[in-house]
T-cell receptor, first 113, second 112 residues
Framework: GENVEQHPSTLSVQEGDSAVIKCTYS??????FPWYKQELGKRPQLIID?????GEKKDQRIAVTLNKTAKHFSLHITETQPEDSAVYFC????????????FGTGTLLAIQP | KAGVTQTPRYLIKTRGQQVTLSCSPI?????VSWYQQTPGQGLQFLFE???????NKGNFPGRFSGRQFSNSRSEMNVSTLELGDSALYLC???????????FGSGTQLSVL
């Protein structure tokens, strides 16, 4: 069935270092891959997304890469800052006719000062 | 533009009761989706509505239902509440299909 695996479940990095979170999806028909950041007690916020016709997308310190063949996509955060501490979720669409997303289980990112 | 608004923010109910949650999407958005978030299961899709029609439904029992009104506002209802229904219920709106999803702050439901 539809599934998105996300690793690692927790990640601790020193301030200023880079963080990488990886996801694998199962449905080869998936063509939209958003990433959400959720701070404690707050709503999930879309931070970046990528479509299957693009291999990489960057927005300031955040980038996402997609390997359709391997069904992998990754989030890269460079020059991490304390405010990057949060839970990050990857997701994959299931079909183009709805907005149903399958979410990964989340990565708790902790930035150490 | 105002964001997605969900009411109420918190709810406490007892087993067997029913509950109705409300969601107002971003102005102009016609798609509203509902997700359940729990520490154990993460974010799980409940259903999606577009122009008052249910477009998709997740793997939840029939006790979970929803509807959408002509102004795109949506409600979800859970009947015969069980302890396991305790969760954060998130609503998200979008301007179309396969487009960016914007979430509300959620309704935290506790079933005692």
């Amino acid at each position: 069935g539809e599934n998105v695996e996300q690793h690692p479940s927790t990640l601790s990095v020193q301030e200023g270092d880079s963080a990488v979170i990886k996801c694998t999806y199962s449905d080869s028909a998936s063509n939209y891959f958003p990433w959400y950041k959720q701070e404690l007690g707050k709503r999930p916020q879309l931070i970046i997304d990528i479509r299957s016709n693009v291999g990489e997308k960057k927005d300031q310190r955040i980038a996402v890469t997609l390997n359709k063949t391997a069904k992998h996509f990754s989030l890269h955060i460079t020059e991490t800052q304390p405010e990057d501490s949060a839970v990050y979720f990857c997701a994959a669409s299931t079909d183009g006719a709805t907005n149903k997303l399958i979410f990964g289980t989340g990565t708790l990112l902790a930035i150490q000062p | 533009k105002a964001g997605v608004t969900q009411t109420p923010r918190y709810l406490i109910k007892t087993r067997g009761q029913q509950v109705t949650l409300s969601c107002s999407p971003i102005s102009g958005h016609r798609s509203v989706s509902w997700y359940q978030q729990t520490p154990g299961q993460g974010l799980q899709f409940l259903f999606e509505y577009f122009s008052e029609t249910q477009r998709n439904k997740g793997n939840f029992p029939g006790r979970f239902s929803g509807r959408q009104f002509s102004n795109s506002r949506s409600e979800m209802n859970v009947s015969t509440l069980e302890l396991g229904d305790s969760a954060l219920y998130l609503c998200a709106s979008s301007s179309g299909f396969n487009e960016k999803l914007f979430f509300g702050s959620g309704t935290q439901l506790s079933v005692l």
